[in-house]
């Protein structure tokens, strides 16, 4: 599967923005997805994923509360709503596929996913 990010850009501190990831190749509804982040001179981070029928989701604490997934099968397009967006959120953000094997299982480390996309970048100014 081949994945595509877009939506990123330039935001002021408490701002939204909402990332979005399409697909294209093998049928969508067979991966979990994912939303991870990298800052520069950090290690990419997990933000959070959703379960192929989009009925669960899992987030990193750090977002909790402020970022929402979703995802549209029949556009095969996962989103990432980002709202009261800080400073510290700044980063490439990438959307990953998980060909699961257990339909319960989200995985949160990166070294699980099949496939990335080329990442969006998103700078949040104070």
């Known amino acids: 599967v081949q994945l595509q990010a877009s939506g990123g850009g330039l935001v002021q501190a408490g701002g939204s923005l909402r990332l979005s990831c399409a697909a294209s190749?093998?049928?969508?509804?067979?991966?979990?997805m994912g939303w991870f982040r990298q800052a520069p001179g950090k290690e990419r981070e997990f933000v959070g994923a959703?379960?192929?029928?989009?009925?669960?989701?899992v987030y990193a604490d750090s977002v909790k509360d402020r970022f929402t997934i979703s995802r549209d099968n029949a556009k095969n397009t996962v989103y990432l709503q980002m709202s009261g967006l800080k400073p510290e959120d700044t980063a490439v953000y990438y959307c990953?596929?998980?060909?699961?094997?257990?339909?319960?299982?989200?995985?949160?480390?990166?070294?699980?996913?099949?496939?990335w996309g080329q990442g969006t970048q998103v700078t949040v100014s104070s």
């Open positions: 190749g093998r049928t969508f509804s067979s991966y979990h």
């Open positions: 990953a596929a998980y060909n699961f094997v257990n339909a319960y299982y989200l995985p949160k480390t990166s070294d699980l996913y099949d496939y």
């Open positions: 959703i379960r192929w029928s989009g009925g669960s989701t």
